[in-house]
């Protein structure tokens, strides 16, 4: 079963940066479209930001501006680049990916554990 690997997470005060990464680890054949979503206390999981295999990007409007998702396809790696960090994104995030192993014949969709991201002073 493949998992996505996460990593960055962690405590940072209002205004600073953080980087996560994602990784799909094993036999991948390729990936598709890629994504990271949050899960607050309480509150659905919402999207965050998604990149296309060719780099096309879309954000919510709330982190618009001050994250970043880029991806390095030889890698098989996400990243979120999240700076000017307020205390309403504190939440677990989540990566998202649709792949296909080169033992499948289609893509699937998998998540990531999700890490801990919390601002505050």
């Known amino acids: 079963q493949v998992q996505l690997v996460e990593s960055g997470g962690g405590l940072v005060q209002p205004g600073g940066s953080l980087r996560l990464s994602c990784t799909a680890p094993g036999s991948i054949f390729s990936i598709n479209a890629m994504g990271w979503y949050r899960q607050a206390p309480g509150k659905e999981r919402e999207l965050v930001a998604t990149?296309?295999?060719?780099?096309?990007?879309n954000y919510a409007d709330s982190v618009k501006g001050r994250f970043t998702i880029s991806r390095d396809n030889a890698k098989n790696t996400v990243y979120l680049q999240m700076n000017s960090l307020k205390p309403e994104d504190t939440a677990v995030y989540y990566c998202?990916?649709?792949?296909?192993?080169?033992?499948?014949?289609?893509?699937?969709?998998?998540w990531g554990q999700g890490t801990q991201v919390t601002v505050s002073s």
């Open positions: 990149i296309s295999r060719g780099g096309s990007t």
């Open positions: 998202n990916a649709d792949l296909r192993k080169w033992s499948q014949t289609t893509f699937y969709n998998y």
